[in-house]
């Protein structure tokens, strides 16, 4: 288990006034000048940070030049003129203003405001407004005891002529609750937390460790923290056991991400109750399908089947697609026990080794699943289709389907390659529609992110334990699925949202999708050309098509991953929201999820939308709905991060076994303390420390992507290619530590073709 000291407290337990056993400090101790502090004084600029730091601490205080003087320790007559003289200079610099002659005061804006900490790793942190473009930096000794994502009130001072904030109070905690590692001294212990960010260990007193023990991961909560110490004190209120279980570390990731572990036993009970059989007369109610061809495409683990597709050949020559979802909202109802937990929880968890459902497992997996050879009440959007995949008709309503066949996405590939097989005709002709469905999608501007996505091979006797790594690539049944979702998803959206149809169109749950700030992308565009690579920065429909003639050049090259990876940061994140301004990515005007409500809440939400509008009900309350809207798309965020994580850390675990060997791979990021580089064979990502890179003083060039030497020019750009080593693989960071062997020579790009493009 990797350890490391604990960050010095600014304190001594033993020694705080809330500790009745500490010693009584002698009188002779009482003002007396440490030599430090002596030196400072004797330099302007010691002078000046001393004056500065009394002021700080004392934001609302108004003081002459004799008590800034008296604060600083400073009495004979040439110092008290150096007081009066920096005084004068720092009001310039409105650092301090002068609200009356001779008298001084912090310059602070007379309101505070309000905003989120995003902490740095050295302790400072910046303030995030929502009302507010700019955020603001606040020193680490300013920080005030706000931690990470707590919600704050700052003010903001002058340094000069720079605006900076001091936090007054903190008026929200993000959480109290804290995961990490416990380290033991002699008589207490500190909890050395996973996050970082946090930027403070948690004392914990010896009567306070819950029984937890040294090296154990445990979740500790803050209990006080007196105003003269830097470390808050606290409690261990949960031992989860061994750092290095694997258990134990999913666990970890689950907590600090906010994401539940297990569901309360309530919600288990509640679901257990609910019965497989179908009501006779719920099915009366519905468009009975139980005799139409219905089958599902899913991965051959799978055990949640959202959705089914039912397929017949029409009197008329055209096709009747159905797509078929399962019908969640039918067994979740607004405002129960279950709707709560699912719509806190909002989405499924996917980490390496386990699925983390939204639904309990006797719903997900079971009464809700489009299982082979069951009854199922379905959600549905069905499609009149001519042979060219253009809509004659379109239904939406809730079904009652039978699913006739399972199949996997392989055995679905081999039938549309081979052409034979069960069903090969009916999965023949969806599979062209589809195609052709992609087609016109992409002539109409979406972007191709056909990333590789890199899983993981588990030891088959504890299924946590990474034996390989294997790439998983979309193929022609997983577009097929892909396609007529979508056009669900799409189609749905729009019967709802359509301008032109309805005049006044009805609260929605939209999945939007914001163009490229063109920054971000003219840096992308400008850094690709040395590959040869052009991209088109006119209008967004020849953007989009450059850029994909672009990821498709890419392919199978060594850089396409980290160009791909490149390509997606300059894109905007799509989220959920009420407000409508489309899809960019996808090039559709109108965009919502319907097809996963088993594992993703905003689905939840749009299937009882649609019901209620089919009904001939009123428009939803619009602020109730982009309320959940946002939260939903926090928690999608927060479960992309503990996916992450999970990568990173199976990542560590598998290479921790080939410390000392060296590796091809490819600069995948650049920073100012650093080098990441990815594996070439295997696409796990480590970190060179710029520390290391001892030839040389390097900088970071960020609209170039690389750092460059400030003596010999040498220079490391994203892209290319060096000769790694593994140094350190410590799991407890989820980091991989590399050592740079070589530089390796850049290839000639060779990509076929130059695309010329326009400014």
Known sequence: MSRRKPRKPSYNPSKSKNNPTRKKRSKGNGRKLSRTKRENLSTLDGMTSSIVSVFNKNPSKIMNYKEVSREIRVGNKMDRERVQLILEDLTQQKQIQELGRGKYQLNIQSE?????????????????????????????????????????QVKIVYRRGKQEGIIIKVTKR??????GTLQMNDRFGFLIPDNEKIGVDLYIPKTKLNGAENGEKVIGEITDWPSDSKNPFGKITEVLGDAGNNDVVMHSILFEYDL?????????????????????????KRRDMRNILTFTIDPHDAKDFDDALSFQILPNGNYEIGVHIADVSHYVQPGSILDEEAYNRATSVYLVDRVVPMLPEKLSNGVCSLRPNEEKFTFSAIFEMDNNGKIKKEWF????????????????????????????????????????????????????????????????????????????????????????????????????????????????????????????????????????????????????KSLNEVLEAVKGKKEGNMIQTLAVRTMAKAEYSTNNIG???????????????????????????????????KTADANEYEEKCIHSSKMEKQAAEAERDSIKYKQVEFMSKHLGESFKAIISGVTDWGIYAEIEENLCEGMVSIRNLTDDTYVLDADNYCIIGQNTGNKYQMGDEVLIEIKNADLSKKQLDFTLVDSLEKPEPDYGKEWDFEI
Not at 262 to 278: C, G, M, R, S, Y
Not at 526 to 531: A, D, K, L, S, Y
Not at 599 to 617: A, E, W
């Open 583 to 617: 899809h960019y990515g996808l090039a559709f005007e109108y965009y919502s999820h319907f097809t996963s409500p088993i594992r993703r809440y905003p689905d939840v939400m749009v299937h009882r939308l649609l019901q209620q509008y089919l009904d001939g009900g």
């Open 174 to 179: 993000a959480r109290t609750q804290f995961i």
């Open 397 to 544: 309503g809730r079904t009652v389907i039978y699913s006739d066949r399972r199949f996997t996405y392989e055995e679905a590939q081999e039938i549309i390659e081979t052409g034979e097989g069960e069903l090969h005709k009916e999965i023949g002709i969806m599979d062209r529609i589809a195609k052709k469905l992609r087609k016109k999608r992409f002539r109409a501007g979406a972007v191709s992110f056909d990333r590789v996505e890199v899983k993981f091979e588990l030891n088959q006797e504890d299924n946590s334990t990474p034996v390989g790594v294997y790439f998983k690539e979309a193929k022609d049944s997983n577009k097929l699925i892909e396609e007529y979702m979508l056009l669900a998803n799409r189609r749905v959206a729009r019967y709802i949202g359509d301008k032109q149809k309805n005049k006044n169109p009805k609260t929605f749950v939209y999945r939007i999708h914001d163009k490229p700030k063109s920054d971000k992308f003219d840096q992308f565009a400008n850094f690709i050309t040395q590959f040869g690579l052009h991209v088109d920065r006119g209008e967004n429909a020849n953007i989009s």
């Open 112 to 152: 505070a405001l309000e905003g989120t900490v995003d902490s740095t790793r050295r302790g400072g942190a910046y303030i995030i407004f929502s009302d507010r473009e700019d955020d603001v930096y606040v020193h680490a000794k300013n920080m005030n005891q706000a931690l990470h994502g707590d919600t704050v």
């Open 260 to 284: 539940p572990y297990e569901f309360p036993a309530e919600v288990e009970a509640i679901a257990e109750k609910i019965n497989f059989e179908l009501d006779p007369e719920e099915i009366k």
